[in-house]
Nanobody
Framework: QLQLVESGGGLVQPGGSLRLSCGAA????????IGWFRQAPGKEREGVSC????????NYADSVKGRFTISRDNAKNTVYLQMDSLKPEDTAVYYC????????????????WGQGTLVTVSS
């Protein structure tokens, strides 16, 4: 299984941008699908985006389409989540996760998870 570490979270004003990174170790990174999830206080974890192993297919939740962009650099064992036009409702702990098969926004198919990074959108 991959070991995953998220970074890049922080405090940003509404309308601002952040780029999250998900670094991986312990496996052949380029064969894994990577997903981003988030969990706001008092809410269930929700899928945000995912990207297939070779980067050709991506998927986004409706709530972030047009504002977030997922990408990967297999040479650096890293997946990025560029978040633009941030809103207060984007405030959450963001997690990355890995699986070998499905680019899905359902957390059930992922078997490796990072510890999360907090994103706070507030003025």
């Amino acid at each position: 299984q991959l070991q995953l570490v998220e970074s890049g979270g922080g405090l940003v004003q509404p309308g601002g941008s952040l780029r999250l990174s998900c670094g991986a170790a312990g496996g052949y990174f380029d064969i894994y699908v990577i997903g981003w999830f988030r969990q706001a206080p008092g809410k269930e974890r929700e899928g945000v985006s995912c990207i297939r192993s070779r980067g050709g297919t991506t998927n986004y939740a409706d709530s972030v389409k047009g504002r977030f962009t997922i990408s990967r650099d297999n040479a650096k064992n890293t997946v990025y989540l560029q978040m633009d036009s941030l809103k207060p409702e984007d405030t959450a702990v963001y997690y990355c996760a890995a699986n070998r098969l499905y680019c899905s926004l359902s957390s059930n198919v992922y078997d490796s998870w990072g510890q999360g990074t907090l994103v706070t959108v507030s003025s």
